[in-house]
């Protein structure tokens, strides 16, 4: 029994310390970090993704009525594929203004997140599940986050701190069902709104994601204030549930 006790002392410390770290990550990202470009892309082999996204926006915005649709299908594609959204989401103000725009990043984004969680629960799930059969910590964690997903997912989706792409694959993988990942999508929205607005301040889709691009200060603080306040309760929240489950690990 005391061993026990032990044992559940020291995971305490180390969520503990797990939460501390996560606070001065967020720190140290709304301090510096531009919410115009949440998403930094990296060039490799000469390809540019910001670039070549915004000769799409400009295709896109020569096609008429039929541009909702090609931008939708870009932005599924683009989240599956590990591309930065970002650029899109700004160009959508440019492109369809801040009331349309937020329609069609939502929608792009909530089904291209929704297939992002299907190819990581289909094919990677299965490979997941027999590395972790052997950890009962591990699974019981697993389990207690299934259960309570739909906060889980919510909460991170308010949160810019959490890489969207990579997070649509990650929850895949866990026990978060379907139905509670989906609802929980709507948390994207007043990001979404804020971000579809810096966008449309710039007019042109030339300056979407460089430094002259025009900016709201306003619009910025909500971003940061929303997007840590999220941060804060997923950590607090992922932490007690994870704690809980280990404690009835240990104790069981």
Same mark, same amino acid.
């Given at each position: 029994m005391k061993n026990k006790l032990i044992s559940t002392q020291?995971?305490?410390?180390?969520?503990?310390?797990?939460? +501390?770290?996560?606070?001065?990550?967020?720190?140290? =990202?709304?301090?510096? &970090?531009?919410? @115009?470009?949440?998403?930094?892309?990296?060039?490799?082999?000469?390809?540019?993704?910001?670039?070549?996204?915004?000769?799409? +926006?400009?295709?896109?915005?020569?096609?008429?009525? =039929?541009?909702?649709? &090609?931008?939708? @299908?870009l932005y599924i594609i683009a989240t599956v594929a590990f591309l930065p959204g970002s650029i899109l989401t700004l160009g959508a103000g440019v492109v369809f203004g801040v009331v349309w725009g937020s329609l069609y990043v939502f929608i792009g984004a909530t089904l291209g997140a929704i297939a992002a969680f299907l190819v990581g629960r289909y094919l990677a799930r299965g490979w997941v599940a027999k590395k972790i059969a052997d950890n009962k910590k591990f699974a019981a964690i697993d389990r207690a986050v299934g259960r309570e997903g739909l906060k889980i997912v919510l909460l991170t989706r308010l949160s810019p701190i959490f890489p969207f792409n990579l997070l649509n694959y990650a929850f895949g993988i866990t026990d978060v069902s379907l139905k509670d990942y989906f609802i929980g999508s709507v948390g994207m929205i007043p990001g979404t709104i804020m971000y579809v607005y810096i966008g449309s301040l710039a007019g042109n889709l030339a300056m979407i994601g460089t430094q002259t691009q025009p900016t709201n200060p306003t619009v910025q603080w909500a971003i940061r204030i929303i997007g840590f306040i999220a941060t804060v309760a997923v950590t607090l929240y992922i932490t007690r549930i994870a704690r809980k489950a280990l404690e009835q690990e240990v104790n069981g």
């Amino acid at each position: 029994m005391k061993n026990k006790l032990i044992s559940t002392q020291k995971l305490q410390k180390i969520f503990k310390l797990g939460v +501390l770290t996560l606070f001065a990550f967020s720190i140290a =990202f709304w301090s510096n &970090a531009d919410p @115009a470009l949440a998403q930094e892309s990296v060039n490799t082999q000469g390809f540019n993704p910001q670039e070549w996204l915004r000769n799409a +926006l400009q295709w896109i915005d020569s096609l008429g009525t =039929f541009g909702a649709i &090609a931008f939708i @299908a870009l932005y599924i594609i683009a989240t599956v594929a590990f591309l930065p959204g970002s650029i899109l989401t700004l160009g959508a103000g440019v492109v369809f203004g801040v009331v349309w725009g937020s329609l069609y990043v939502f929608i792009g984004a909530t089904l291209g997140a929704i297939a992002a969680f299907l190819v990581g629960r289909y094919l990677a799930r299965g490979w997941v599940a027999k590395k972790i059969a052997d950890n009962k910590k591990f699974a019981a964690i697993d389990r207690a986050v299934g259960r309570e997903g739909l906060k889980i997912v919510l909460l991170t989706r308010l949160s810019p701190i959490f890489p969207f792409n990579l997070l649509n694959y990650a929850f895949g993988i866990t026990d978060v069902s379907l139905k509670d990942y989906f609802i929980g999508s709507v948390g994207m929205i007043p990001g979404t709104i804020m971000y579809v607005y810096i966008g449309s301040l710039a007019g042109n889709l030339a300056m979407i994601g460089t430094q002259t691009q025009p900016t709201n200060p306003t619009v910025q603080w909500a971003i940061r204030i929303i997007g840590f306040i999220a941060t804060v309760a997923v950590t607090l929240y992922i932490t007690r549930i994870a704690r809980k489950a280990l404690e009835q690990e240990v104790n069981g």
